[in-house]
């Protein structure tokens, strides 16, 4: 065969093995079975003397996981319950222990869960539990979408953290999938994204209070001084307020130059936010059914295009001016640039107690690009990523 020919033939085997990934329709792919990465164990970390005593040691066991896998049980367009569940996850061990779950002295953080940012995630955890003076007395509460592979993930964090106790929750992505309109940026159209409107719904009924966090972030504090923020006799929800911004440009001209939407904010100081961090009043947020109230925005957005963002603007509509306050520490937001480029940007002044890579640029992303930021190196130390020439002790 003379050289030419040869190629060609090697051409055509190439195309032929190696088919494109458009070319397999997304609707018919199945959960990855394994997550392409490998990821280290981080060292156990245990409660200061002061903390308080929620759990005994007949009734758990430090190596035990807490990987319950619940029912979602709304559905955005029926009254009836959606089972979001195939049955045949097996998720660790069940531990039902009311007393620890339902203790108002245990922080509940509540976090989604996906193989895109699952190294985010584990550094997110590292930090939390590094930096918290009774990080045994911390739940975390892990929302996964009903079509991932919920027992991979659960296990990729179990293998990372065999001490943790944690809850997998499944969230029924294609029931909000119906009310999501597309925005300035693809991956802000996730259904994930929507779980944070959804919590309320999922955890247990005796989880008063939870922290919400996105996993593209690290704590540098006590994650038990963001939890205890008092939200005082009415506030349904607590985050940093940022009045500085420029409100109006998180919507439309439809929706200003309407007279009943634009009334929408009369009577209340409303200020960006950020929902990357937010504490949670959970009681409060079942009574005044906020779930629905989002809703609602969110099907006036399919008939007439009110704001650009995905999941913020919902939030803002219903809340905005009507929070309760937070240390601008607890969010030194925006470390990815924004939704398009993700340009390297610092630090906002003051002090810092959680660092925040929202937008386009995650650090993971520029650290193994070779283009890292220069506050990325403050998230490299929560890595961790077995490298190639990492080799098991």
């Known amino acids: 065969m003379k050289p030419q020919q040869l190629a060609i033939f090697l051409l055509f085997l190439l195309c032929v093995s190696f ?49 319950i896998d619940n029912n979602i049980n709304k559905n955005s367009n029926d009254e009836d319950s959606t089972s979001a569940s195939d049955g045949d996850d097996d998720d660790g061990d069940v531990v039902e222990d009311h007393n620890f779950i339902c203790s108002d002295d245990a922080v509940h953080v509540a976090m989604t869960l996906d193989a895109a940012y699952i190294r985010g995630s584990l550094a997110a955890i590292l930090s939390i539990l590094q930096h918290s003076s009774c990080p045994q007395n911390i739940i975390f509460h892990f929302v996964t979408s009903a079509s991932s592979n919920a027992s991979l993930l659960s296990t990729t964090v179990a293998s990372s953290f065999p001490y943790l106790k944690f809850q997998v929750y499944r969230f029924a992505d294609a029931a909000v999938a119906g009310l999501i309109s597309t925005s300035i940026r693809s991956a802000l159209d996730c259904p994930l994204n929507y779980a944070r409107s959804y919590l309320a719904n999922l955890l ?32 349904v929800l607590a985050a940093p307020e940022y009045c500085n911004a420029n409100f109006t440009s998180y919507f439309t001209p439809t929706l200003w130059s ?19 961090v ?16 989002i809703e609602e925005w969110m099907e006036l957005q399919k008939r007439m295009r009110i704001y650009e963002l995905g999941s913020l603007p919902p939030f803002l509509l219903v809340f905005a001016g009507n929070i309760a306050p937070v240390d601008h520490r607890w969010n030194q937001h925006g470390l990815g640039g924004d939704n398009f480029r993700g340009l390297c940007r610092d630090l906002h002044p003051g002090p810092v107690s959680l660092l925040h890579w929202s937008g386009k640029g995650k ?4 650290l193994d690009a070779n283009r890292p930021c220069p506050l990325d190196a403050l998230w490299a130390p929560y890595d961790l990523l077995k490298t190639p020439f990492a080799f098991d002790s």
Do not use: H
């Open 19 to 67: 088919p494109s990934t458009s070319s397999i329709p997304p609707s018919t792919s199945s959960p990855p079975s394994s997550i392409p990465q490998r990821f280290r164990e981080a060292p156990e970390f245990y409660n200061s003397p002061e903390c308080p005593s929620i759990i005994s040691s007949d009734e758990l066991d430090a190596t035990d996981i807490i990987s």
């Open 204 to 235: 247990p009924l005796c989880v008063r209070k939870v922290v919400y966090l996105d996993s593209d972030l690290v704590l540098v504090d006590d994650i038990a001084k963001l939890a205890s923020i008092p939200l005082g006799d009415d506030k």
């Open 258 to 276: 309407n007279p009943s939407l634009s009334l929408t904010f009369a009577n209340r100081k409303a200020c960006y936010f950020n929902t990357g």
């Open 278 to 293: 937010m504490v949670i009043d959970l009681d409060r947020w079942r009574a005044g059914d906020y779930t629905t109230k």
């Open 363 to 366: 650090p993971w992303a520029r």
